[in-house]
């Protein structure tokens, strides 16, 4: 029905867009604080890697790392200013400055010659001609190595800072929790997955334009944060593969597509108002023994006398 290149496509996609959710899912699942100007961060992350690898000529890894590490020093700029805004005026302000950053480059005219190289970079009109370095084994182990950290991030001091900021800001302050930096560490991881999947969104599509950031970009993502459900990482898994999903399967009814992937997401979020995993996780452990055990087969059964012989060995 569906071609391997065709689904690769679509897993790829969710690869990505799964290391947009998990960074977002730190800063609003996990600390409390609604972000819609995350697709700036993706922005400024895919422009970097595509400067680092097509004017620099760096190679694609190092590319990814340099573009998530600008996109965290962003994000850490824009910490400092607005983290001490509260609600909504923290929201409008990440609006803000996602729309900004989408308008620069949306104007910006660069060009110049490197290593006997012409690099241009012509405003609305983006970059073409981006090498195709991502692929899905690739994106595959960097989605499991930040799923790891993310993971023991939140199973750490850090992380159960942040649920306290989340649940009540002004308790966890009189607690003793350093409140400001809690909230600077989820704003910087935030920033710094979004940057890494930025590059690796430029180098799978192969060309970049300003108008793939618009704000309905950053909508989506938080949308899927909530379906999966807020402070979940399996939420979070699920939510991405699903939503990325779900298009293309609706593909069959035409136009109608969009329409029913609404009234789809609608659906679900009057039924399970908290999200697919209602900030709960999978057991991940038990069903990986529960694999095991179900492939192990059964143990051997000891011979007569045999348990006898070993306690007595025991005893000796």
């Keep these: 029905m569906f071609s391997w290149f065709y689904i690769e496509g679509i897993l790829i996609q969710s690869c990505y867009t799964l290391l947009i959710v998990l960074g977002l899912s730190i800063l609003t699942g996990y600390t409390g604080m609604f972000s819609f100007g995350h697709a700036g961060f993706v922005c400024i992350g895919a422009y970097v890697s595509v400067i680092c690898t097509m004017a620099f000529g760096l190679p694609y890894l190092i590319s990814l790392i340099i573009a998530g590490l600008v996109s965290m020093l962003l994000g850490a700029a824009l910490g400092k200013i607005t983290l001490g805004l509260k609600g909504d005026y923290f929201c409008i302000a990440t609006l803000g400055v996602g729309e900004a950053i989408r308008l620069i480059f949306n104007n910006l005219q660069l060009s110049w010659k490197v290593g006997g190289k012409d690099f241009v970079l012509d405003g609305a009109k983006g970059i073409a001609s981006i090498p195709l370095h991502t692929t899905f084994v690739g994106s595959l182990v960097i989605v499991v190595i930040f799923l790891t950290a993310t993971a023991l991030l939140m199973k750490s001091k ?72 807020m402070g979940s990482i399996t939420g979070s ?17 035409g136009d109608w597509r969009l329409v029913f ?26 069903i990986v023994q529960a694999i095991g055990g179900l492939f192990g087969g059964k143990k051997k059964d000891l011979p007569p006398g045999g348990g006898a012989a070993s306690g007595e060995e025991a005893q000796a």
């Design 158 to 229: 850090h992380g159960r800072n942040m649920l306290a900021v989340r649940e009540d800001e002004l308790a966890a302050q009189m607690s003793g929790i350093n409140t400001f930096r809690s909230k600077m560490l989820a704003m910087c991881m935030s920033a710094l997955y979004a940057g890494i999947a930025g590059g690796m969104l430029a180098h799978y599509f192969g060309y970049l334009q300003p108008k793939m950031f618009m704000m309905v970009k950053s909508t989506e993502y938080t949308i899927m944060v909530i379906f999966g459900g």
């Design 237 to 253: 898994v699920l939510g991405t593969v699903l939503l990325c999903a779900l298009p293309e399967l609706l593909r069959a009814v």
């Design 261 to 286: 992937y609404g009234l789809a997401v609608i659906i679900i979020m009057i039924v399970r108002p908290k999200g697919l995993m209602g900030g709960k996780e999978l057991p991940v452990g038990r």
